[in-house]
Nanobody
């Protein structure tokens, strides 16, 4: 079993920055993909960004050029640096680990961007 614990959410003004962290623990195998999804009220959960164990990344179109994902394999931690935040980035952000067909999720952290 894998546990994911997020931190770093909060309230920020438009144009500001936040950094999210997600620490994984438990039965963590190599070759996993870690990432961030978000869900705003009344919308479907969407991919923000993910990164595999060798550093290849994918980003959702709405965050390209503003967000950057990174990971520290030694610490089993993934980070999301969010810059130039917009009110439409407001959502609950969920950490995800995909491994051998299984998806693991964190509890979510709220990010609110005020205009």
């Amino acid at each position: 079993q894998v546990q994911l614990v997020e931190s770093g959410g909060g309230l920020v003004q438009a144009g500001g920055s936040l950094r999210l962290s997600c620490a994984a623990s438990g039965s963590i195998g190599s070759g996993n993909v870690m990432g961030w999804y978000r869900q705003a009220p009344g919308t479907q959960r969407e991919l923000v960004a993910n990164i595999n164990s060798v550093g290849s990344t994918n980003y959702g179109d709405s965050v390209k050029g503003r967000f950057r994902i990174s990971r520290d394999n030694a610490k089993n931690t993934v980070y999301l640096q969010m810059n130039s935040l917009k009110p439409e980035d407001t959502a609950v952000y969920y950490c995800n680990m995909a491994y051998r067909g299984y998806d693991y999720w964190g509890q979510g952290t709220q990010v609110t961007v005020s205009s």
